[in-house]
C-alpha cells in the first residue's frame, strides 16, 4: 500500500520515444531504423555493444544472392520451411527470404567487408560458401548461398551497424543492466527499470515503445557456445510481466563445438569441404544422410555424432568426440577463409587444423524457441485465452525472439538475417506506432517499486547457498535431461531436480554487497532469469509426445502432424501450457506442404 501512495518515484528516470534493450545485431538495425526518422532512441546494453554474442557469428549471412550457384529467394524459402520440420510460420519465412537480398546489399552499402569472388564472370561480387540444409530446385544440388566476412562474418557486420548508430546519434547507455519490463493495468509496456553497472544506480527508461533484443540463452547449459551474457534476461523481463513463451523445447545443438570448452567450429567449415570422422577412420555420416552427408541439416548431423558417440565409435580416451578434417584442404586455404578457426583450434583443441583433426562434440547453440512475436517484431500473446494480440508498446527481434521462421530446427546463416530483416521491420512498425501514439501514459509506480524490490532482494546478508552453486547444479539439470536425446522418464526427473534447485534460490545471498561494477550482483540477477528458461523448457518438451527438428524424444521417435503441427505457448503462473496453430499461409506464394524429411 504504501508504494501505491508514492507520488514521486524515489529513482531517476530518462525518457526517450523508444528504449531498445540489447546492443546485438538486431537492437543496433532496429535503433538504426529510428534514429535515422530522428527519433530519440535510447539503447541499453549489458556490456559494450560490440562486445555482444553477435561478435561472435562466424559462418555467414544466407541469402538468395545467385553470385556462385543458380539461385533464387524461393528455394530458400523451400530450405527454410522445410529445415524448420515445417513448423516456422510460412509467412514470416516468405518475408525473411525476399528481403534476404536487399538486407544483405544494405549491409554491403553500410561498409561490412565481405569477402569476395576471385576470378570467374562474378568476380569481385560477394563471397558465398555452401551451409547446411540449403538446396537448389527444391532439395536438389546443394546451394552456395551464405556471405562471408571470412569467418568472423558476424564481427564485421556488429562493428558496421554499430557505427552506422553512432553517425545517427542513438543514445548508448553501456553497462545499464535492464530489470524489469514496466507494464500497467492496460496491458501497455511503458518502459524498463535498469542497472546503471557502473555505480550501482537503478533508473527507470520510459518510453512509448520498448523493444528487446537480449539474445539467446544457451547458458541454462553446462556445455554452450555461447557466451557468458547469454542468460537469456528478455525471456525473464517477458514472464514476469505475465507474458509466454513460444516452442522452448526447441534447442539447437550444434554439431561442433570443442568438447568441454563449447567454443564453436563453424559449419562453414564442412562447406569449405570438411567432413567428420569416427575412431575407425569412417566419413560416418553417408550412413545417416546419404545426399548431403556433411551439409545435412544441424539437427540430423548431431544426432548423428551423438549415435556414433553411444555406439563406443568416439575418438580420445573416453570416446567422447569425433574428429572434424580440413587437412586436405591446404594451408593456404585454411589461413585465408578459416583464420579465426585454425586460431580457436590451436588454442583451445590444441590441434592445428592444417595438419591436425578438430576434436567435436554436440554442444547446445541456439534457441528456436522466445518472446513470441510477428513479423512486424510486434509481441503478440493470447489475452484473457483469447485469441492471440499484439501486446500495445512492446516489442522482441533477434534470437531472444519466436517470430518464428526457425521452426523446430535453425539453419545455419538464417540468424544474423533474422536479425537484420527483422531489426529493419521492427523499426518501421515501431515509427508507426509513436506516430500513432504521440501522448505518453503515466508510470505505474507500483511495477517500478516491484522491479525494485526483486533487486533489494539481494542486499540479504546471509544465506546458506551460493549464486554459482545454484546455476552449476541448474546447468547440470539441463545437460543431463534436456539434451539431444529426450524420454519421458528423464525429463520428469529432470524437472523434479529443477524442484529442488529452485527450492534452494531463496536461500542464496551475496558475499558481496557493494554497489560499484558488482558483477556478483549481475549473476544473481542472470540466474533468475535462466531458471524460469530451464523450467519453461523441461515443461514444453515434456508435453511434446513427438519428435520433431530438434526435440528428439526416444519414445515418441515419430513427427505426429496430425497432434503437433503447432506452437507451444508456456506461461510461468502454474506452468501453464497453451498452443497455438503454425501459420501455413505465405503471404503471396503456395504453401509448402508438411512431408518427410531426409537429406
Ligand atoms: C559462436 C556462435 C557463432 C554463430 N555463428 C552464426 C553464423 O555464422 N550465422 C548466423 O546466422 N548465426 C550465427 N550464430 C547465431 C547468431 O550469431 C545469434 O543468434 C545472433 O547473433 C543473436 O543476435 P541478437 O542481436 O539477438 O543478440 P546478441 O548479439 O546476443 O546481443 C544481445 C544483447 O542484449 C544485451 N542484453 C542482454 N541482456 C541484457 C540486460 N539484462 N540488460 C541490458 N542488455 C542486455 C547484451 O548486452 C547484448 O548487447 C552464432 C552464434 C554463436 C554463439
Known amino acids: 500500500m504504501r508504494t501505491e501512495m508514492r507520488t514521486e ?3 531517476p528516470k530518462r525518457t526517450f520515444d523508444a528504449v531498445i534493450v540489447g546492443g546485438g545485431g538486431a537492437g543496433l538495425r532496429a535503433a538504426l531504423q529510428l534514429a535515422e526518422a530522428n527519433l530519440k532512441v535510447a539503447l541499453i546494453s549489458k556490456v559494450f555493444p560490440t562486445r555482444s ?34 513448423l516456422g510460420d510460412q509467412d514470416a519465412i516468405e518475408y525473411l527470404c525476399r528481403n534476404a537480398a536487399s538486407a544483405v546489399y544494405e549491409l554491403e552499402h553500410m561498409g561490412l567487408p565481405f569477402s569476395r569472388l576471385e576470378g570467374g564472370k562474378n568476380a569481385g561480387k560477394i563471397y558465398q560458401r555452401p551451409f547446411g540444409g540449403q538446396s537448389q530446385n527444391y532439395g536438389g544440388e546443394q546451394a552456395i548461398r551464405t556471405c562471408a566476412a571470412a569467418d568472423r562474418t558476424g564481427h564485421a557486420l556488429l562493428h558496421t551497424l554499430y557505427q552506422r548508430n553512432i553517425a545517427a546519434r542513438t543514445q548508448f547507455f553501456d553497462e545499464f543492466f535492464a530489470l524489469d519490463l514496466i507494464r500497467d493495468a492496460d496491458g501497455y509496456v511503458l518502459g524498463v527499470t535498469a542497472l546503471e553497472i557502473e555505480t550501482g544506480q537503478p533508473w527507470a527508461f520510459e518510453s512509448r515503445a520498448t523493444l528487446l533484443a537480449t539474445g539467446g540463452a544457451c547458458r541454462v547449459f553446462r556445455h554452450s557456445t555461447n557466451a557468458h551474457i547469454n542468460t537469456g ?41 570438411g567432413f567428420l570422422e569416427n575412431k575407425d577412420g569412417e566419413k560416418f555420416m553417408s550412413r545417416y544422410a546419404p545426399n548431403a552427408r556433411d551439409l545435412a541439416s544441424r539437427d540430423v548431423v548431431a544426432r548423428a555424432i551423438a549415435q556414433e558417440l553411444r555406439a563406443g565409435r568416439g575418438c580420445g580416451p573416453r570416446g567422447d568426440y569425433v574428429h572434424l578434417k580440413i587437412e ?24 592445428d587444423p592444417i595438419t591436425d583433426p578438430i576434436p567435436v562434440t554436440p554442444t547446445a547453440h541456439y534457441m528456436m524457441g522466445g518472446i513470441p512475436s510477428n513479423m512486424h517484431g510486434q509481441v503478440v500473446a493470447p489475452i484473457h485465452t483469447g485469441p492471440e494480440e499484439a501486446v500495445p508498446g512492446l516489442y522482441a527481434v533477434g534470437e531472444c525472439a519466436c517470430v518464428s521462421v526457425h521452426g523446430a530446427n535453425r539453419l545455419g546463416g538464417n540468424s ?33 517499486e516491484k522491479s525494485l524490490g526483486r533487486l533489494a532482494r539481494w542486499d540479504k546478508p546471509k544465506g ?14 539441463m545437460q543431463d535431461h534436456c539434451g539431444v536425446y529426450r524420454t519421458e522418464a528423464l525429463l520428469k ?31 544473481a540477477l542472470e540466474l533468475e532469469n535462466l531458471m524460469p ?20 524424444r526416444e519414445d515418441h521417435p515419430q513427427r505426429d502432424d496430425d497432434q503437433w503441427l503447432r506452437h507451444t505457448l508456456y506461461f510461468s503462473e502454474n506452468d501453464q501450457l497453451d498452443y497455438k496453430p503454425v501459420k501455413l499461409k505465405p503471404l503471396t506464394v503456395e504453401t509448402f506442404q508438411p512431408k518427410e524429411r531426409t537429406y
Open 9 to 11: 518515484m524515489r529513482i
Open 464 to 477: 546458506t547457498e551460493t549464486v554459482a552453486g545454484l546455476r552449476g547444479d541448474m546447468q547440470k539439470v
Open 533 to 552: 528458461i530451464a523450467r519453461a523448457t523441461l515443461v514444453s518438451a515434456l508435453a511434446r509426445t513427438e519428435s520433431r527438428g530438434a526435440h528428439t
Open 233 to 273: 534476461d528478455g525471456l525473464g523481463m517477458a514472464l514476469r510481466a505475465g507474458l509466454p513463451l513460444e516452442d522452448m523445447e526447441f534447442w539447437q545443438f550444434h554439431p561442433t563445438g570443442i568438447p568441454e570448452v563449447g567454443s564453436l567450429i563453424s559449419e562453414g567449415v564442412r562447406g569449405e569441404g
Open 328 to 351: 586436405h584442404l591446404g594451408a593456404e586455404k585454411i589461413k585465408a577463409r578459416l583464420p579465426g578457426i585454425r586460431e580457436l583450434s590451436m588454442q583451445f583443441a590444441g590441434a
Open 53 to 86: 554474442h553477435t561478435v561472435s557469428a562466424q559462418g555467414g549471412i544466407t541469402a538468395a544472392l545467385a553470385n556462385v550457384s543458380d539461385d533464387n529467394w524461393h528455394w530458400h524459402m523451400y530450405d527454410t520451411v522445410k529445415g524448420s520440420d515445417y
Open 416 to 448: 544474423l538475417l533474422d536479425l537484420v530483416v527483422f531489426g529493419r521491420a521492427a523499426g518501421m512498425h515501431m515509427i508507426d506506432y509513436l506516430r500513432e501514439n504521440p501522448i505518453p501514459r503515466p508510470l505505474p509506480q507500483a511495477e517500478v
Open 493 to 523: 526427473e529432470g524437472l523434479a531436480k529443477l524442484d529442488q534447485v529452485e527450492a534452494r534460490l531463496p536461500d542464496a545471498a551475496l558475499s558481496d554487497h557493494s554497489r560499484m561494477f558488482n558483477t556478483a550482483r549481475l549473476e
